[in-house]
């Protein structure tokens, strides 16, 4: 993984210095609410319903034993021990103080660490694929891109005040599990007929108030200039994008408002003032980077391990367990480990820090030290050789981290919601945690198959119910709280027939918290009984649309508001 060099540090280093004669000022009086706002948030501080939020960058996913054994530190000595892994592969801090937040910094950047353009109108952490350098489908390996655009993107000083947040990931494989087409900037690594890498350039996609599906803008984009390229986009986005009203100020606003075809255009005509100007990407830079991101050093092993076989036909458990949550790895004898944070009863995304040091200690015996985050808000340990899987199930067992439900309706992703955030209109944790009540049997799970539910407790798709198979917003309405039910929805990660990209429908009139299992239940007895044989849940949506589903829905248990509405 990237190590910071003696300049990353000292600037890091500096920004803590900063940022904490600023937080001695605002506490002495010396700075307004108002001149403060500006500066905590370019440090990932935001004020929440009940407390401070730091939000700490995890670029593209990726973290070493040490940084993580530092986030349960910081989870131990500054929270409440614990921590939100959110879908931006980022973690986040619920409750620290204001007067400790530069501790917190100076602590993070001993390790490497910062919070840095978490927050605010600027570019916002990079993220990419979980499996990112190990995975079967691997076209190119997405980490030295995203590290260089990380190290263009970070204190840019011509992006420090966009209209609004700006978002990128990188992909480099056959199966986009990095959401390429729903971000601001979406850049798909593949090569040519020559063998050359070349990018695919989607600008304009989104979820939040507008969800929009990202546009190609430019194919077989010589990997030289993916930095230069995305630098015209930025400038054209800075030069037009809205700012007199933030609900219409994202990227996506633009490029529907002038079309894709002219949005390109002005892209083209910016980058013809940069291309092969300083920000084209050299073999250098890239050999200098991608030096960060060789392989551990593997053992030569065989594709099967004869004990890995003989305890997957002795324990149940543990074939269940490798079924869902083992995956195919690029070198024989090795996999991958997702370890899931889904357990029941356990707001999704979150970790103690007591786990948090048992994974840095999994990770250090047998994954090369390494650990990754996923979009799905899960855990990764991605180099475990066949042999140690059974040890690693086992000490996933203790912790709490081995359901085996990685794909399934309970591997749900939910953002923190109203028991958290001040811009929610609902709670999401508790709404996750009656389905993961519901649906606590395993076997029926495996039966349901591949199925992604997604909740967002407001319309901003933190929990990006937009994408989900089954997507659920929280809504208000005359100081209650509702709950809006999408289907058909995916990121372009599913399993199903159809990878491309969709957002979800909305089946009906919202429902009230206590509704909201019984309607999930209708939409998944409607699957099972309209599937064909093996059809997963995103293809009989898109097979059968979305009227069986609401017949079923409001013919059965409807809401309070869709029985008033039919009175």
């Given amino acids: ?301 065989p594709a099967q391990d004869a004990e890995f076989q003989v305890q997957l036909e002795q324990h149940k458990g543990f074939a269940t367990w490798v079924k869902r949550a083992v995956h195919a790895h690029k070198r024989p004898g090795y996999a991958s480990v997702t370890l899931s944070l889904k357990p029941n009863g356990v707001a999704p995304g979150d970790a103690t820090d007591a786990q948090m040091d048992a994974v840095a200690d999994l990770a250090d015996r047998y994954s090369f030290g390494e650990i990754r985050v996923s979009h799905e808000q899960n855990l990764i340990l991605a180099d475990v050789k066949q042999s140690d899987l059974f040890a690693v199930w086992e000490s996933a067992k203790k912790l709490g981290f081995a359901t085996p439900n990685v794909g399934l309706l309970t591997d749900m992703i939910a953002c923190p919601g109203g028991d958290f955030c001040s811009l929610a209109n609902a709670k999401s944790i508790p709404i996750a945690n009656a389905i993961q009540e519901r649906f606590d049997n395993l076997d029926y799970l495996f039966d349901i198959g591949n199925i992604t539910l997604n909740i967002s407790g407001c319309i901003n798709s933190c929990g990006h119910h937009h994408v989900g198979n089954i997507g659920i917003l929280g809504v208000d309405k005359n100081g209650e709280e509702w709950y809006q039910i999408t289907i058909g929805g995916q990121s372009g990660s599913a399993v199903g027939k159809n990878h491309a990209p969709a957002i979800g429908k909305v089946i009906g009139p919202s429902f009230y918290a206590q509704d909201v299992p019984d309607v999930i239940e209708a939409l998944i007895k409607t699957y099972t009984a309209l599937r064909h044989e093996d059809e997963l849940f995103i293809d009989t949506a898109q097979r059968v649309g979305i009227e069986p589903f609401k017949e079923a829905v409001y013919g059965n248990k409807a809401s309070k508001e869709s029985e008033a509405t039919h009175a």
């Fill in 1 to 301: 993984m990237y190590r910071y060099t003696a300049l990353d540090q000292q600037i890091v280093d500096q920004r803590v210095a900063q940022y904490r004669d600023q937080t001695r000022r605002f506490l002495a009086g010396e700075l307004t609410e108002d001149e403060f706002r500006p500066l905590r948030l370019q440090n990932g501080l935001y004020i929440q319903r009940h407390a401070p939020m730091l939000r700490v960058a995890i670029p593209y996913g990726l973290l070493s034993s040490k940084q993580l054994r530092m986030l349960a530190h910081i989870a131990r000595k500054y929270d409440r021990n614990y921590a939100h892994f959110s879908t931006r592969q980022n973690i986040q801090y619920n409750w620290p103080p204001l007067e400790k937040s530069p501790d917190i910094l100076a602590d993070l950047a001993s390790v490497e660490m910062h919070a840095i353009q978490t927050s605010g109108n600027c570019i916002r952490n990079i993220t990419s694929d979980q499996f990112a350098g190990v995975a079967q489908d691997e076209i190119v390996d997405p980490r030295p891109y995203c590290e260089v655009l990380r190290h263009w993107s970070t204190f840019h000083p011509e992006f420090a005040y966009l209209p609004r947040k700006f978002k990128i990931a990188v992909s480099g494989t056959r199966e986009d599990r990095a959401a390429v087409a729903f971000h601001d900037i979406g850049l798909y690594l593949y090569k040519n007929p020559q063998g050359e890498v070349v990018v695919r350039v989607l600008a304009g996609g989104g979820m939040g108030r507008t969800p929009v599906i990202g546009t190609v803008i430019r194919d077989n984009l010589p990997w030289q200039h993916c930095m230069s390229y995305c630098e015209a986009i930025l400038r054209v986005y800075n030069r037009f994008g809205r700012r007199d009203n933030k609900y219409k100020a994202r990227i996506k606003i633009l490029v529907k408002a002038l079309g894709a075809e002219e949005f390109a255009r002005q892209v083209d005509a910016e980058w013809a003032h940069l291309k092969d100007g300083p920000a084209t990407l050299t073999q250098a830079e890239l050999d200098r980077v991608a030096a960060h991101f060789v392989d551990p050093v593997y053992e030569t092993l």
